[in-house]
């Protein structure tokens, strides 16, 4: 009996290996209806902190076991699961509605406008390596108002990797019990941070986000970097990590932080210091607020 036992086991180690065995898993991905590649998809591995981004082109190639599962999520469109096995050389992703918001329009006079976020505090450490990070911002006094403006403090890596300008994506969620939630940007807002920029301002006034009392998370999406010839090369966990960190702050009660990689769940921000203690830490993010 031993004997059929360990046959066995012998026959069955190669099929073990291979469905342990990582490959690399490539294609394209495009709108339902489209006849183009969608840009900067995320592509991440289920339960992973693996993944990619599609290119200019919505090219992707990462390496997945057969028995994984690939998560595809694009602001505008619905999230994609599809067994790594199953992918073929073009991914369609299908378009979703974002409930358009009421935005109250008021005379000039009756604006007022107030910076909220950890901005000036100091800076405890920077910190890089996840590809999205997202922190609550509340308007000022429990007023809803409007979202004019978002700040990221960053920290530039030194520059051997030559990667002088990374591309990120800027996005709002909604609060959703605590933790980010549904976007309430409708499309991509793809930035291209300068080489040695320590602060990010963007203008989101256009897209009129009213910002309830109990706020949005503002984030930003680690996407890629620009090659000495202007190549865009999507972020990738099987490469180095990104040459771009964040600003980081000891604990802020008002403004709590979530980070999380391709295919995981939104966690608080943590460090271990020196002594082995889990910190929890905020990031240096802004937002003007019209209210």
């Not at 995320?42 to 599609?54: E, L, Q, V």
């Not at 369609?92 to 976020?117: F, H, N």
């Not at 300008?165 to 609060?175: E, F, G, L, P, W």
């Amino acid at each position: 009996m031993k004997a059929v036992l360990s046959f066995l086991v012998f026959l069955l180690a190669p099929l073990q290996l291979a469905l342990g065995q990582t490959l690399p898993v490539s294609g394209a991905v495009y709108g339902q209806d489209s006849g183009k590649g969608l840009p900067y998809v995320s592509i991440g591995i289920k339960h992973s902190s693996k993944g990619t981004s599609s290119d200019l082109n919505g090219k992707f190639l990462l390496h997945a076991a057969p028995t994984d599962t690939l998560l595809f999520s694009s602001v505008g469109y619905k999230p994609l699961a599809l067994p790594a096995s199953q992918v073929r050389q073009v991914v369609r992703l299908e378009q979703a509605t974002i409930p358009m918001q009421e935005v109250t329009v008021r005379g000039k006079a009756s604006w007022k406008t107030a910076l909220v976020g950890n901005l000036k505090a100091s800076t405890l450490l920077s910190q890089g390596g996840a590809n999205q990070y997202a922190m609550l911002l509340q308007p000022p006094l429990g007023k809803a108002g409007v979202l004019e403006k978002v700040y990221f403090a960053l920290q530039p890596d030194i520059p051997r990797n030559h990667r002088w300008q990374t591309a990120v994506n800027i996005r709002v969620y909604a609060n959703s019990q605590g933790k980010p939630g549904q976007d309430l940007l409708p499309e991509n807002l793809i930035v291209t941070v300068a080489p040695h920029a320590k602060r990010l301002a963007v203008d989101v006034s256009h897209f009129g986000v009213s910002v309830p009392a109990e706020g949005v998370f503002v984030g930003i999406d680690f996407l890629g970097f620009y090659d000495r010839e202007g190549v865009f090369i999507p972020y990738s966990r099987d490469r180095q990590p990104m040459n771009l960190r964040i600003k980081l702050s000891a604990p802020q009660s008002p403004f709590p932080t979530f980070s999380r990689f391709f295919g995981t769940d939104w966690q608080p921000l943590r460090h271990r210091d020196r002594r082995g203690e889990v910190l929890l830490l905020s990031a240096k993010f802004g937002a003007m607020i019209a209210y």
